[in-house]
């Protein structure tokens, strides 16, 4: 951790930010309540068996999982899910901090490796039950993964919506006479733009009576272009939520599930697909893209959001090679204590986000500034008083500090591209 002089010095910039001038307002609405903090939607995440989970154990107590999604991205295309790597997923669930909702993605594609694979309806039945004897409780079962990048991707053209809704048809009906109270999810199409979603689109036309989560990913860039344009594609969270309801709920494009009530889910979203490549992955903008994203697709309504990854998964993951915390784990380790339901939050700056979620007689105002400079806010919550604030930047994190803390007033200067939670109590009648 960073020496205390340091950290003193953090505190003391703070008050020294106070003189700053052109206050933004935040309003918060505490009476004014909306959905209910889903941990599946706000602590969701990407799990494979190759994360290390033994070696970072302690540290996981403070980002605990609210969700997990198995066997994550491509690994379910190249493996089977077999008794092995069942029974290493829930070894490795014992080790694990509370008792995460499950997703398990039942194997499609056939792999690079020429041998056969275990992708028929039968095999996805034996998953089901390989799972339930090995005490996986799992809620959703999701078929395949990113089956619009089988063709123009891995090679094989035969891959249409038209086929894979055939697949998921059959794996569907397979795993629901294994485990009747089964939730069924897909497509799971990729990030790419427009294709992804025209390949749902194309999917809910042929199977919209038989999917219960529909599900895509977001990736909106690859790890290039500037800091500013990377943060403004948090959007994709609202129009990606919003163009698929409108897709579920129009009869000509849903004409057989378009009055079947469903959930929606992100099983994958990072800003940057590119494993190999650290830019807004393991940097700052990432942490802050990944924050104010995972708030979006909460509030906006999705049952799911699982971020790529839970752990180190070359420079995707909250922690790194070396069991050291990434922004990300910072960004999720403020997440976590949010509970109680969203209330309304509003800025009047662009680039200066905001949300709340209210717990009795307090409430959370998560603030992030995607500004390169430090901004001020001046907080305006009612009955509400600011008694406190924690922060984070791309400092605290690269030197493993604890969070930095701001005075208890209403005006409130954030330090640039930071995250801070501030708690507001309503005083005792």
Known sequence: MRPRLFQLALTLAAFAFAGASSAATVTVRPDAEGPAVRPSAMAGYNFGNWMPVAEVRESLKEVPPGALRFPAGNAGDESN??????????????????????????????????????????????????????????????????????????????????????????????????????????????????????????FVERCGDVVDLLTWHIYPTEGDGSDAAALTTVREADRTL???????????????????????????????????????????????????T????????????????????????????????????????????????????ASDTTGIWAHAVRDGDTVNLVLINSHATRQTVQVDAGAFAVRGARWFDAAI???????GTLPARPQLVLPARSATVVTLQRPSP
């Open 81 to 202: 899910l077999d008794a092995a790597v069942l029974g290493t997923f829930a070894a490795a669930l014992t080790l694990m901090p509370g008792q995460p909702e499950l997703m398990v993605q039942t194997r499609v594609f056939q792999g690079r490796d020429g041998r056969p694979a275990a992708n028929s309806p039968e095999d996805a039945a034996a998953a089901v039950k390989l799972a339930r004897e090995r005490g996986l409780n799992v809620t959703y079962w999701e078929i395949g993964n990113e089956p619009d990048l089988y063709g123009p991707v891995r090679g094989d053209t035969s891959w249409t919506a038209e086929r894979y809704c055939d697949v998921f048809r059959a794996q569907a009906a397979a795993v629901r006479r294994e485990q009747p109270s089964a939730k069924i999810a897909g497509p799971a199409v990729s990030g790419a733009v427009p294709g992804a979603m025209k390949f749902l689109e194309a």
């Open 242 to 292: 919003a163009h698929a309801r409108a897709v579920w709920a129009d009869p000509k494009r849903n004409p057989k599930g378009h009055m079947r009530p469903i959930e929606y889910g992100v099983t994958e979203y990072g800003l940057s697909w590119r494993t190999e490549r650290p830019r807004f992955l393991s940097d700052q903008t990432g942490a802050l893209w990944a924050m104010e």
């Open 397 to 403: 994190a690269e030197q493993e500090a604890e969070y």
């Open 294 to 345: 995972t708030l979006r697709l909460a509030k906006g309504g999705a049952a799911v959001a699982h971020y790529f990854a839970y752990l180190t998964t070359g420079f995707h993951g909250l922690i790194d090679n070396g069991g050291g915390p990434r922004p990300t784990f910072y960004a999720f380790r403020l997440l976590s204590g949010l509970k109680g339901r969203f209330v309304d939050a």
